[in-house]
């Protein structure tokens, strides 16, 4: 079952707001990432997970926040966003990061900053 | 220059066509490559891998010229439900840091 799950499915928040999004994946994944969605373009990677610790931040602005409880859940925390944050937020795992594994993405939260 | 480079489109076909999506990357170390397909408003679905000696998957068949550095997917027999975005996906050298590059994806539509 290649199933990675994403929560909220919508999320709008004020830019003074904190607010999380969750990615949990049963797949046996030691790898895992977070991507930005603009319309119409393709996805920007903004960190990897690799064995739960942090292996690639892509110069993301401190208000995201990435976290990895343990190596089936992938958090990411947001505060102060601005209305150019909007977009659709997308988490993905696979097997391993350092060999080129194929990569399976969660439906996405879909995120209104206002 | 692109890293990953594939013609936008539209491509619009009618039901039972065959079409074909070309891709071309800049990095020739560039180890693995991928199609993805991503509907309206969806999160990417990986479609198929894309080996060195061609691979085909059904109606889907995918080929990988690592000379000229191109990648081709070719859909036969389209069907109204093909109708999507198709992302070319390359994943640079092995490593730490290995990252996929997605190319600006090739819309299709397919129409009866």
């Known amino acids: 079952d290649t199933e990675v799950t994403q929560t909220p499915k919508h999320l709008v928040m004020g830019m003074t707001n904190k607010k999380s999004l969750k990615c949990e994946q049963h797949?046996?994944?030691?790898?895992m990432y977070w991507y930005k969605q603009k319309a119409k373009k393709p996805p920007e990677l903004m960190f990897v997970?690799?064995?739960?610790?942090?292996?690639i931040n892509e110069s993301v602005p401190s208000r995201f926040s990435p976290e990895c409880p343990n190596s089936s859940l992938l958090n990411l925390h947001l505060h102060a966003l601005q209305p150019e944050d909007s977009a659709l937020y997308l988490c993905?795992?696979?097997?391993?990061?350092?060999?080129?594994?194929?990569?399976?993405f969660g439906p996405g939260t879909r995120l209104t900053v206002t | 220059r692109k890293e990953v480079e594939q013609d936008p489109g539209p491509f619009n076909v009618p039901e039972g066509a065959t079409v074909a999506f070309n891709c071309t990357y800049s990095?020739?170390?560039?180890?693995?490559f991928f199609w993805y397909r991503q509907d309206c408003r969806k999160e990417p679905k990986l479609l198929m891998s894309?080996?060195?000696s061609g691979n085909e998957d059904g109606r889907f068949t995918a080929q990988l010229n690592r000379a000229s550095q191109y990648i081709s997917l070719l859909i036969r027999d389209s069907k109204l439900s093909d109708s999507a975005t198709y992302l070319c996906?390359?994943?640079?050298?092995?490593?730490?840091?290995?990252?996929?590059?997605f190319g600006t994806g090739t819309r299709l539509q397919v129409t009866l």
């Open positions: 797949m046996g994944h030691r790898a």
């Open positions: 894309v080996y060195s």
């Open positions: 993905a795992s696979s097997l391993r990061w350092d060999i080129s594994y194929e990569q399976y």
């Open positions: 996906v390359v994943n640079e050298a092995p490593g730490t840091a290995s990252k996929l590059t």
């Open positions: 990095n020739s170390a560039s180890q693995s």
């Open positions: 997970y690799s064995y739960e610790k942090l292996s």
